[in-house]
């Protein structure tokens, strides 16, 4: 029994990788991703996997019996790239699909939706059994720039008092390794998020408290936020699309209170606390 893990060499990818070496054989672990010679490190099978080369990827997944699809990052060609996948799983005979989606694809207003939403679909259409993995925002979309706000002195946004129940990276990879490897979740939905809700004031709050320094939350309108970030170095087209993720988020998008990633991995959420320790220890 095969499991085939797409997006192996991303970030989510490579600790579900180590997750999943904890638990199967190193042997029955595929990583299919665009650049074998990239997945060399993680210490398993490597095969070449490009979403966007839909003629190479039945024959790819020969003898994956589950696979394990981390969406892509290329956002606009995700709804193609993904319904590629599904239909070569289809036709390679893959008898279980996880996809990792969005919190509540299906209600929320982050324009990033759409695309998980027509995958979904695409999966549920191919008869295959699955499980939706509707992630949340990971807490290092906030924690992998506490540099910069050290630096800048202030914690920056547009969210006002939005309550925001992230999760960390290695949360998210330990429930995709609980579907890949116990029985029970076919066919479901799951929204899986923190079990802590928090406001970017309160995130600024406890970066203050851990560096003993005063580090306040500025509360911009989206487009003033995004001429900071554009001012700040990024990319037009990366900017007004963080500033875009704003509304959504003081909208109350990115929180949920129905712990279903904690009842998944059978213990809590790493705390925001800790996870800004960390990430002020990195
Ligand atoms: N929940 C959240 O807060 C959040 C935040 C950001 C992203 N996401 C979503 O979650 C996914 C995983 O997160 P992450 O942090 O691991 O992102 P990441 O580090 O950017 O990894 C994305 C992975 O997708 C692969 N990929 C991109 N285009 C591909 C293609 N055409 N064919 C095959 N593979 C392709 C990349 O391959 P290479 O290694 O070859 O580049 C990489 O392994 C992201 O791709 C995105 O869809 C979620």
Request: aromatic share 6%; hydrophobic share 40%; with cysteine.
């Amino acid at each position: 029994m095969k499991i085939g893990v797409t997006g192996a060499t991303g970030q989510l990818g490579r600790i579900v990788i180590e997750k999943l070496k904890a638990k199967v054989a190193a042997e029955n672990i595929v990583a299919l991703v665009r650049s074998p010679q990239k997945a060399a490190a993680l210490g398993i099978e490597a095969r070449e996997f490009d979403y966007s080369k839909p003629e190479n990827l039945a024959a790819a997944l020969a003898g994956i019996e589950k696979l394990l699809v981390i969406s892509s990052n290329e956002v606009g060609q995700r709804a193609v790239q993904h319904t590629n996948v599904v239909e070569a799983a289809k036709k390679a005979g893959v008898k279980f699909i996880t996809y990792t989606s969005l919190l509540r694809a299906d209600t929320s207003t982050l324009s990033l939706a759409e695309e998980h939403l027509v995958t979904e679909k695409a999966i549920k259409e191919s008869g295959i059994t699955y499980t939706i993995l509707r992630n949340g925002w990971y807490t290092e979309n906030y924690t992998g720039s506490i540099g910069g706000v050290l630096a800048a002195g202030a914690v920056i946004g547009a969210s006002g008092e939005g309550k925001i129940s992230s999760a960390t990276r290695a949360d998210f990879a330990e429930a995709a390794v609980v579907v890949l490897t116990t029985a029970g979740h076919e066919n479901k939905t799951y929204d899986l998020a923190g079990d802590e809700a928090y406001t970017m004031t309160e995130y600024a709050a406890e970066i203050s408290r851990q560096t003993g320094k005063n580090i306040p939350y500025k509360n911009l309108t989206a487009v003033e936020y995004a001429n900071v970030l554009v001012q700040a170095g990024l990319p037009e087209g990366v900017a007004q699309f963080l500033a875009g993720t704003q509304p959504p988020t003081e909208k109350g998008d990115l929180c949920d209170d129905t712990h279903q990633l904690s009842k998944l991995i059978g213990r809590p959420t790493t705390t925001l606390k800790e996870a800004i320790a960390t990430a002020l220890k990195a």
